[in-house]
């Protein structure tokens, strides 16, 4: 016989682990976009396309001046955008099937 309050304590640990992993997602498959707001990233499945509003808001409630990212593909290494307040870095020896050698570097 399973209690009452353990399907309660399941539902709530299952809304965590959700909660959890759904942050990770947003975390590793989250993407700028040009314009303002956000939309899913229907692409990767996971994740949020994010604006320079979003970006704006993030770096001023967080007191930062630059927020680097990564796990996008950029032809150059890295790219800009939203204003030089998004960096994405990106590691291109190991992309697809094809091997340059090439990785970025970045100095703080």
Not at 30 to 44: E, I, M, V
Request: proline letters at 3%; glycine letters at 10%.
């Amino acid at each position: 016989m399973i209690f009452p309050w353990f399907h309660v304590f399941l539902v709530w640990c299952l809304s965590e682990i959700w909660s959890s992993w759904y942050q990770v997602l947003d975390l590793l498959w989250s993407d700028p976009r040009a314009g303002n707001g956000c939309s899913p990233n229907l692409f990767r499945g996971g994740g949020s396309y994010f604006g320079a509003d979003v970006t704006e808001n993030f770096l001023a409630a967080n007191n930062l001046k630059l927020l680097i990212r990564s796990h996008e593909c950029k032809a150059e290494g890295y790219e800009f955008t939203h204003g030089g307040q998004v960096k994405s870095v990106f590691d291109k020896g190991f992309q697809a099937n094809y091997f340059t050698g090439d990785m970025y570097i970045m100095h703080l």
